[in-house]
């Protein structure tokens, strides 16, 4: 292997056979899945790339961990545990786990709301959260920088907040009706792109200046603090655990889909700094909910296993070659004229499919087309981050405005090889070079809500 990229830091003990299909097989199995790649079994899936949210192997020391695992309804010592790691590494007084991020956003966000129509604002929401925000009963307003949307820009940090358009939202809808300002770190709809320490910072104080709580949607918090060692003047020396600290430090509020860089299968985090009263409120909210507050939906094999998976996510070796396996893959396409979102981000390699296929227009989901094409090309499950994801305006019901139409091809961590990535590259590629026969979508059941999982739909024929 180059020595540009690093080689997998552990040695595989176990394997799992997948399966093959043939191309006719998988003509039939997209379409009885109505053509939505979610709607796919795993086992007609050679390399899945739909997510890296509990799809990632856990290592010995957790599978060990696990054997010791207390499973009491409440006061578990397996709680307690992973309420100490938490605390070691954001740094505040209190903690509760919940079942995974969704569970998070569920608790927490409606707790700010305090009257209906209030904004949250963020880099940019993700799926669940702009639809948890709205289930809140408020509303989901993206602020992140320009440069965001220039895929061949060479910007390290394209996730970062627009901090002149952030203080001009807040003046304009009034400081009271902001419920709060959400920092997602990796910024994911971005195309995993990290956001600096500096910009933190800077909206941290912005928010203080307008009494504003700071939340940090933390799934791959140990990525972008990885990006910041490699990227940002001055920190090139800090240890990992170190630049994670103060990544929290600018923040009131850690929530986290643990099974991203938990490196576990189940699992999310409320954390919150030091504010009693609000930790009292998600106390009462989590029980109706996720359960007990000192089990949350998980049992005790599970806390431990995050408890372990937590530390070793902050491991410099493991987040190198993490971030070497994803860059991998995009350099190899970008090579071959494919349009990604670049610099490379740290979870997944992020196509540009209206580029790719400008003869789709965006309401016929063209990132969907370049999806399906390459499951039919070599069985390989990737997912769309576009207008379909992006949904409908709670409001007008017209579709939003989309300004990137992103395929995203999510690594699992610890679970596939360099040779694995090769065979998508070959398949992306492939699509590539025959882009002019894609085709648009359509609906044939559209869900009202996170419509991107259980919609179905048909190709267009010219």
């Known amino acids: 292997m180059n020595k ?16 093959e299909t043939t191309r006719k097989e998988r003509e039939m199995l997209l379409k009885n899945a109505g053509y939505n790649p979610f709607s796919l079994r ?25 054997m010791v695992g207390d499973e009491a309804y409440a006061g578990s010592r397996s709680f307690f545990k992973l309420e100490s790691v938490v605390k070691n590494i954001t740094g505040y007084q209190y903690f509760m786990p919940v ?65 002149v358009h952030l203080e001009k939202l807040i003046l304009e809808k009034g400081k009271e009706n902001i419920a709060g300002i959400i920092m997602t770190i990796t910024n994911n709809s971005a195309g995993g792109q990290p956001v600096s320490m500096a910009n933190l910072k800077a909206v941290k104080e912005i928010a203080n200046k307008f009494n504003i709580p700071t939340i940090i949607d933390g799934a791959r918090y140990a990525e972008n603090a990885f990006f910041i060692k490699e990227r940002e003047k001055g920190y090139e020396n800090k240890a990992i655990i170190d630049i994670v600290r103060e990544e929290c430090s600018y923040a009131d509020v850690f929530l986290m889909s643990a099974k991203k860089d938990g490196l576990v299968n189940m699992g999310g985090i409320i954390a919150i700094k030091d504010n009693e009263q609000l930790y009292n409120q998600c106390r009462v909210a989590v029980i109706p909910y996720e ?7 998980l049992n005790g094999r599970d806390m431990e296993a995050l408890a372990v998976g937590l530390m070793e996510a902050l491991d410099e070796t493991y987040l190198r070659h993490r971030i070497d396996q994803v860059r991998y893959l995009g350099d190899k396409l970008k090579a071959a004229g494919v349009p990604i979102q670049y610099p490379i981000g740290g979870h997944a390699v992020f196509v540009e499919c209206k580029r790719m296929a400008p003869h789709i227009p965006s309401e016929q989901f063209p990132a969907l087309s370049v999806t399906n094409a390459i499951y039919l090309e070599a069985g390989i499950r990737a997912v769309e981050i576009g207008t379909l994801l992006l949904g409908r305006d709670p409001d007008t019901h017209e579709n939003i405005p989309c300004v990137l139409e992103l395929m995203r091809l999510a690594i699992p961590r610890r679970v596939y090889t360099y040779r694995h990535m090769d065979v998508v590259a070959d398949a992306v590629i492939h699509v590539y070079q025959h ?14 809500i996170l419509r991107h999982f259980t919609s179905t739909f048909q190709p267009i024929e010219n």
Request: glycine share 10%.
């Open 4 to 19: 540009k990229y690093i080689a997998e830091p552990y040695r595989i003990k176990m394997v799992e056979p997948i399966r």
């Open 42 to 66: 795993s086992e007609d899936v050679y390399i899945d790339l739909l997510t890296d949210s509990g799809t990632g192997a856990m290592s010995q020391e957790q599978w060990g961990a696990m």
């Open 99 to 163: 079942h995974q991020g969704r569970g998070a956003e569920q608790v927490f966000l409606p707790q700010l709301v305090t009257k209906k129509g209030m904004f949250y604002i963020s880099n940019i929401h993700f799926d669940t959260t702009r639809a948890h925000v709205e289930l809140a009963g408020a509303r989901a307003i993206d602020c992140v920088i320009e440069e965001c949307f220039n895929i061949d820009l060479d910007h390290p940090f394209k996730g970062n907040f627009d901090l």
């Open 291 to 297: 359960g007990f507050p000192t089990y949350g939906g």
């Open 435 to 448: 882009r002019n026969e894609l085709k648009g979508y359509e609906f044939t059941y559209e869900s009202p």
